[in-house]
């Protein structure tokens, strides 16, 4: 999917909502363990309940391979699911690769031509060749970990060079001159709260990929109020908040409500901005 398209999509929803399948076959309703896919019958209900919400979805790989070939055919099932019924979603592989150019030619043409999704996200730390094979697919985006939620954030990403650079500043400013922001986007933690004014500085255009309201704690309003440009340049994840809201039969309604919810409160910044 193109960038004005995806801003479009934005616009037209009123959402810069993205929804992690990050399906977890222990905490999925029991109800469901006696289907002959019950991941596959759990993700569809969750699409079908909220895809008048949002405008992206994010499965994180982890939570397919954890078991083997069947989780691989769930992906799979689940992509085709979302492609056929839902084609106007932007699709993100939430799988952090990113090896030497050799491996990541291979690891661009799993995700871009076989699965054929729009974006993947990358780790950064191996450098431009690692990187590189992952774009020129029309259409389709690299997501690059920049500034990570997670407390380990704190470990090398905040790292200063003698000019008081900071390295995760490092990888956006040399990474934009491998893409633009038409294929290149970043993950920013929405943990980290003001540290959105530091990212605008260095890529004010670029799309940034922002995971971590909901069970991180993130805040959506100072996401919006320090990271948000005029495109609004934002596509904000929950997993757990909303998929796993419910443990009972009426976990697709429950999903549904947390992601209005959200919806809601992105509509309301979306018209306070006068994007939309
Ligand atoms: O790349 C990511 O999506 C990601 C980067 C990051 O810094 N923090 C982060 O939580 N994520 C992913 O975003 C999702 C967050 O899930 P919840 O905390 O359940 O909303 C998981 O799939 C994480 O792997």
Redesign the pocket.
Known sequence: MKRNELIENIKRKGSFLCV?L?TDIKKIPSHLLDSDDPVYEFNKAIIDATAPYCVAY?P?L??YEATGAQGWITLEKTLRYLKENYPDQFI?A?A?RGDIGNTSKLYARSFFEHLDVDAI?VAPYMGEDSVTPFLGYEGKWV?L?A????KG?RDFQFIEDKEGTRLFEHVITTSQKWASPEEMMY???A?QGEMFKDIRRVAPDSFL?V??????GGSLEDVARYGMNADCGLLV????????ASSGTDYAEAAANEAEKLQKQMHAILSEAGII
Request: glycine share 14%; aromatic share 6%; hydrophobic share 40%.
């Open positions: 992690g990050d994010k994180n982890a939570f993100i939430d952090k996200t997501i970990l500034l990570t939620s997670n954030s993950v920013v933690g943990t990929l995971p971590g309201v909901g069970a991180q994840n929950s997993s757990r908040g909303i998929i796993f």
